[in-house]
């Protein structure tokens, strides 16, 4: 596409803000940035490629946010990331090896699918306080982990929610821990996807990932701060809407 206009990039990098704070605290940032970039004409694998990668440093500040909460789970953090790195390795070979019409058919379904677990996540989280987690970590988590990550590498939308529900039923720990977990893990998919898209992808629109990766640093480090105290009900249906827009501009296309 042509270059952006100045209102253009001015939303552009609003989003990022936004999906930064939405991705330290929850999740599924890719649901602001990702049709963001459509609205201004991107089509929708550069949209992708570019997005993962302005998202990146946002990840960091996220992480960086919650780093009390990673203290004692090393082991675990080691493992969780690396079963998240070679998800989002395949995923990201996955993008770059199909079709470009295979992602653009497979986009609307893999966002209804994002809408649809962001809004059962109170769901699942009141199935969780009911029968509290396990004792053990089932030997399932890092192979849900894995899978997490090809879906990640592959879109990414929702990733988060994805990450905090398996997590939330398989781990013995509170929100806030497992939380910062889901934060590490995402950048890890994040981080892997985008150094192949930086190394093997030709379409890449540098300003929109830059614009991107300028508001998600501010939004991940205010997304971190504020998770306690944003109304998650609030986020969760400002999510679904944002995806079902993307839904409908998809379909349109």
Known sequence: MAGMTPLQALLVALAGLGAGAVNAAVGS???????MLLAVGFPPVVANVSNNIGLVPGSVAGVFGYRRELRGQRSRLGLLCGASGIGGLAGAGLLLALPTRTFAAAVPALIGLAVVLVLAQPLV?????????PEREPRWLTAGVTASGIYGGYFGAAQGVILLGL???????DLQRIN??????ALTVNLVAGVVFALFANRIDWTAALLIAAGAVVGGRLGAALTRRLPPTAFR????????AAMTTLVVR
């Open 237 to 244: 249906l400002l999510i679904a809407a944002v995806g079902l």
């Open 125 to 133: 989280a009141r199935r969780v306080g009911a029968h509290g987690p």
């Open 167 to 173: 997590m939330g039923v398989a781990l013995p720990q």
């Open 29 to 35: 940032g890719t649901l602001i940035t990702f049709p």
């Open 180 to 185: 910062a977990l889901k934060n590490a893990m």
